[in-house]
């Protein structure tokens, strides 16, 4: 148990389907990340929240769509993704922008 | 962010210490050492960090040379479910994003 918990596990869907990801911490944290994890690639940082405020986007198509209603929860919208989006995306949180990140364990996204 | 190197796999026979490189030679005085690992299907695990002193924690020690270009994360007595990718990442003391940039890493295999 990390404590930053995602769900679904695994999704499948279309290029013209709609879905959304979602994240929630209980570890009392003030910021949250969303990372992409593609095969035989880095992970790649998506976007930052602070206090429900969004810090970064590090260059994601529109597609992708963030939401941090409060400090505890985060979602990642999606449509209209291509085959190529498919990865694990990973969420993270942390105390402070400067602390160490806790991860959960991902959703593993196909997109066919 | 200065840039590391990490040999691609290790084995070490469980029981042993299993010490895992990193060199970072490009290393600025204003930034840490952080370890993560990733074991399957989860996501990545924050270990330990320093700056100049040696760390200790109940996961892991980290050495870091007295030049700063090098470390090496010690865990005093693996075992199989240490099996995982570790990742050696130079972040900047102060980095409001939180911006970690994850490179190949060690894949560590604990062996019977």
């Known amino acids: 148990e990390t404590g930053v918990t995602q769900t679904p596990r695994h999704l499948v869907m279309g290029m013209t389907n709609k879905k959304s990801l979602k994240c929630e911490q209980h570890?009392?944290?003030?910021?949250m990340y969303w990372y992409k994890q593609s095969a035989k690639k880095p992970l790649e940082l998506m976007f930052v929240y602070n206090f429900k405020e969004q810090t970064e986007n590090n260059s994601v198509p529109s597609r992708f769509s963030p939401e941090c209603p409060n400090s505890s929860h985060l979602f990642l919208h999606l449509h209209t993704l291509q085959p190529e989006d498919s990865a694990l995306y990973l969420c993270a949180s942390s105390r402070g922008p400067n602390s160490p990140l806790h991860f959960g364990n991902g959703t593993r996204l196909t997109v066919t | 962010d200065a840039k590391t190197t990490q040999p691609p796999s290790m084995d070490c026979a469980e029981g042993r210490a299993a010490n895992l490189p990193c060199n970072h030679s490009?290393?600025?005085?204003?930034?840490?050492v952080y370890w993560y690992r990733q074991i399957h299907s989860q996501g990545p695990q924050y270990i330990i960090h320093g700056l100049k002193n040696n760390e200790t924690n109940e996961m892991a020690s980290l050495i870091i040379t007295e030049d700063r270009k090098s470390s090496t994360l010690i865990l005093p007595h693996a075992t199989l479910r240490d099996t995982a990718v570790y990742y050696c990442i130079v972040r900047p003391i102060w980095n409001a994003g939180n911006m970690l940039t994850f490179g190949g890493g060690t894949r560590l295999m604990v062996k019977p």
């Open positions: 490009t290393i600025s005085g204003n930034e840490y």
């Open positions: 570890l009392g944290h003030n910021a």
